[in-house]
């Protein structure tokens, strides 16, 4: 049986808020087949708010959206990357807060 992807809820409404740098969230807590990476903005950027996963060994960026994008040639099963992209549309509003934070 397929587990679902989950609503990710930080133990404090604070947790992001003390997140700075590059983090992860794990199978487990997202229910998606990959560790997420979380990357606050830099400024430096030339591109919107994304996440990464690793798949193999390539960090593949997605972009944080209703419609989120994979902006990498790397392969990525279908059914693994529409359980991605769904678990993105679900979290997008504390991700984007995540990208933003300051």
């Known amino acids: ?9 930080p133990l404090f ?19 998606v ?6 990357f606050p903005k830099t400024g430096k950027e030339k591109h919107g708010a994304r996440i990464k996963i690793k798949v193999n060994n390539d960090y593949v960026p997605i972009t944080i959206s209703d419609e989120p994008e994979v902006k990498s040639f790397v392969k990525i099963d279908s059914k693994k990357l529409n359980k991605i992209k769904n678990w993105i549309i679900l979290n997008k509003e504390i991700l984007v807060k995540k990208y933003f934070i300051k």
Request: net charge positive; aromatic share 12%; hydrophobic share 30%.
């Open 13 to 31: 409404e604070s947790d992001f808020d003390l997140l700075t740098e590059m983090s992860n969230i794990s199978k487990q807590k997202t229910g």
């Open 33 to 38: 087949d990959y560790i997420v990476w979380l």
């Open 1 to 9: 049986m397929e587990k679902k992807c989950k609503k990710y809820k």
